[in-house]
């Protein structure tokens, strides 16, 4: 299983970005996927987690409203829409999926398959 995620990039304040991680190989075998942030000098954070049994979803309070979390089955491709960023948006973002059903939403803990980040930058 591997997980690709691209998309970041550097935007101002307000703007819009869309993050993708396809997800080569996951197909059904995941319990939950993904998506954490991890900012310079920060702990990283759960940022909007999906549950495949039932679609429940989890968004970091921050981003609520702002962010939608979708995940696609027919390209096996998790999407990140993230409207109205802020500075403090600004950091690597990681997919993740959970294969077992051990993974600690909030720190991203036991997520057991790790995408390599790509960088937000949300600036004036």
């Known amino acids: 299983v591997q997980l690709q995620a691209s998309g970041g990039g550097l935007v101002q304040p307000g703007d819009s970005l869309r993050l993708s991680c396809t997800a080569s190989?996951?197909?059904?075998?995941?319990?939950?996927i993904g998506w954490f942030r991890q900012a310079p000098g920060k702990k990283r954070q759960g940022v909007s987690i999906i549950r495949r049994g039932d679609g429940h979803t989890y968004y970091l309070e921050s981003v609520k409203g702002r962010f939608t979390i979708a995940k696609h089955n027919a390209n096996d491709t998790l999407y990140l829409q993230m409207n109205n960023l802020k500075p403090e948006d600004t950091a690597v973002y990681y997919c993740?999926?959970?294969?077992?059903?051990?993974?600690?939403?909030?720190?991203?803990?036991?997520?057991?398959?790790w995408g390599q980040g790509t960088l937000v930058t949300v600036s004036s």
């Open positions: 190989g996951l197909t059904s075998d995941y319990y939950a």
């Open positions: 993740a999926a959970d294969r077992i059903g051990a993974g600690n939403w909030i720190t991203g803990s036991q997520f057991d398959t």
